[in-house]
């Protein structure tokens, strides 16, 4: 595709994020001035103690911490109309409290749309970060190391991000990221505007340059809503996988770079416009995923951990895309509106709001993060509540907390400066959530490789939503055909869904195996793709669920490895691509839907030399015979001819 295409933040609803560059309409200086005395007194204090111990009940030193349900689910609404589930978090209470774990010595990338660096939560882990410097990629009047948002903007996803990952604790305002001592440095390189998303600009944001080779985690909250196969030459992509391959084996004194990579929203939808919309139609009737995780080349790779999100009630959240490539699933929350609120506000002017008409999800709590500050901008906001015609403005203010009325049990104002919201969500969301996680963990051991904290987490990740058994649908010729598997162990005993990945990411178990590590990975070797030349077929599929079984010759017991990673490349031709699936089972017998049918591909071409990654064969043995199932739904497509594939593996050599 061509330079032009534009990464879009994965916020759900508020589809692509924009910045500030100070707190346009926040209240006087003296707040300023009491923040910034509250910051240098817990400095001061901590300094004493040499500890970072965060305790989010302590509602004096951490006020928004009892609604942070990612941190610690009690079954709070966090100012949405419904509540989780108690105990459908991160579990990261035994770092944060006992062991008082904060992230502390890890430097975090946020690579997004910005960030604003004098916002009190944020600033005191931005100065003072000696391992890397933000960098500004945008024309505009801010220096090159300050990525903050500017006046023409409004909401800024980055700003969001930064929180989730390491709000600093213990302030007395505000509340507490997943890492809350952990540095931070932004790169604002996912802005629409010309001459932003360039080859160069994407290397130097993820390790390639001086300014960003001394993090030790790249949060990456953006992705592809294409509706076709991303070009295999097209330069933005290949920027990334540039710095991924050289920052995992070069970055963290050769230990490597963790790159933590959003799957995406498009479960049920990628976009407002008439094609995305059409595109999207068949995976909604099916109850499939729309946008399969393998369709942006980057959450194909080893090298990146893809992160599904999950909702407080510990299941998939409405939005999340799936598919083979996840690795981990986090808490992102659905939307966080208060309809109780809203609908008082309409009531105002006799109006009401049509709910049954919206999706079902709307009123579940979403996360509380940091918001660019002031009242004018941002996800909270004042807006006007004495017009009628400002209705859809309080609609999108969604609750008090973001209208800034909400208190605590005190009768305390708890954003009366606007500087936090309680809506971020998405994917955008559970990667931040994961990325904090993962700076956890490596301050509980710094000498774990990018490969060990792989395997730590789907080691110790939570199996959540165990009963669910996928999804079955008709297919051509009125036949049944589980068109999405549930939960499966593999040969190797790790527990894995498309849905899910291995489960979700588990902090207290991570850190505890983390500080008692001792497995040994071995050298790390990628074979050549198998067969090199893979693409000799012509096959026909006949519709319906049987399909059409393909044996991949051999892979020798001399080529062994115990896998990492399996990437495929397949070719398949299609009037309508959107009716094929794709079905891949190992030399043990572990079946994985590397493909869904109903995708949103739907009649956009076919698919030619295709890359997708399935993690469901972790620790297995990659010798012997591996089986294709080439599936046509029927559903739409006249013809469905199989072209080839071929395989490549990664991981550790081991003699059979």
Not at 423 to 429: E, K
Not at 565 to 579: H, K, Q
């Amino acid at each position: 595709m061509s330079l032009n295409r534009n990464y879009f933040a994965f916020l759900s609803i508020s589809v692509i994020a924009v910045s500030f560059l100070s707190a346009c309409g926040k209240n006087s200086n003296n707040d300023n001035n009491s923040n910034e005395q509250k910051i240098q007194n817990n400095s001061t204090q901590e300094a004493l103690n040499d500890k970072y111990c965060t305790d989010l009940s302590d509602g004096s030193k951490n006020p928004l911490g009892k609604f942070q349900w990612h941190l610690k689910n009690t079954g709070q609404r966090a100012f949405a109309t419904e509540g989780g589930v108690a105990g459908e978090d991160i579990n990261a209470e035994p770092a944060l409290k006992e062991e008082c774990l904060s992230g502390n010595g890890v430097s975090v990338a946020v690579v997004d749309s910005g960030m604003q660096i004098i916002h009190p939560s944020l600033k005191p882990n931005i100065d003072g970060n000696s391992k890397a410097k933000s960098i500004n990629f945008r024309d505009n009047r801010l220096q090159n190391n300050d990525p903050s948002p500017i006046p023409e903007d409004d909401e800024d996803h980055g700003t969001m991000v930064s929180g989730i990952i390491a709000m600093r604790s213990n302030l007395g305002f505000g509340g507490s990221g997943v890492a809350p001592r952990a540095k931070l440095a932004g790169y604002n390189i996912i802005q629409a505007e010309a001459g932003v998303q360039q080859f160069q600009n994407f290397v130097d944001s993820l390790g390639g340059s001086d300014s960003s080779k001394g993090n030790d985690i790249f949060n990456m909250s953006y992705g592809d809503n294409n509706l076709e196969q991303i070009s295999s030459d097209d330069p933005i992509t290949l920027g990334a996988l540039t710095a991924y391959k050289y920052g995992t084996r070069h970055l963290r004194n050769g230990k490597g770079a963790l790159y933590v990579k959003a799957a995406g929203n498009g479960f049920t939808k990628l976009g407002r416009d008439r094609p995305s919309i059409e595109a999207c139609k068949m995976a909604i009737k099916l109850g499939v995923t729309c946008q399969n995780s393998s369709m942006n080349t980057d959450n194909t790779i080893p090298e990146v951990i893809t992160v599904g999100a999950i909702s407080a009630k510990g299941k998939k959240t409405s939005y999340s895309t799936t598919g083979s490539s996840l690795w981990i699933s986090a808490p992102g929350g659905e939307f966080g509106f208060d309809k109780n609120w809203i609908d008082s506000q309409y009531a105002i002017f006799s109006k009401t709001v049509e709910w049954q008409t919206l999706r079902p999800s709307l009123g579940e709590p979403a996360i509380v993060t940091t918001d660019v500050m002031g009242s004018r901008y941002g996800m909270s906001k004042l807006v006007n509540y004495d017009s009628e015609f400002s209705l859809e403005d309080v609609f999108s203010i969604r609750n008090s907390f973001n209208a800034g009325y909400a208190v605590d049990n005190e009768g305390r104002y708890l954003n009366s400066e606007y500087n936090y919201t309680n809506t971020m969500n998405g994917t955008s969301s559970a990667t931040p959530v994961t990325s904090g996680s993962l700076a956890l963990i490596l301050e509980a051991n710094p000498n774990l490789t990018w490969r060990d904290v792989k395997y730590i987490i789907a080691k110790t990740a939570a199996k959540v939503d165990p009963n669910f058994s996928g999804v079955k649908v008709k297919v051509a010729n009125d036949e049944d055909y589980q068109a999405e598997d549930g939960w499966t162990k593999n040969a190797a005993g790790f527990n894995f869904s498309n849905w899910y990945g291995f489960g979700r990411i588990n902090v207290g178990e991570a850190v505890k195996l983390a500080k008692n590590y001792n497995v040994n990975l071995g050298a790390y070797t990628e074979n050549n793709w198998y067969p090199l030349r893979g693409y000799a077929t012509n096959l026909a599929v006949a519709p319906g669920a049987k399909g059409l079984v393909y044996k991949i010759p051999s892979i020798p017991k001399a080529a062994n490895l115990k896998i990492e990673s399996l990437r495929a490349e397949v070719s398949v031709d299609s009037d309508f691509i959107g009716d094929v699936g794709l079905e891949l089972t190992s030399p043990s017998g572990t079946k994985s839907i590397i493909w869904n049918i109903g995708n949103a591909f739907s009649s956009n071409g076919n698919l030619v030399n295709m890359p997708i990654q399935s993690n469901a064969f972790y620790g297995e043995n990659s010798a012997g015979v591996w089986t294709l199932k080439v599936i046509n739904s029927g559903l739409n497509a006249k013809t469905v001819s199989f072209k080839g594939i071929r395989l490549q593996i990664a991981g550790q050599k081991v003699s059979l």
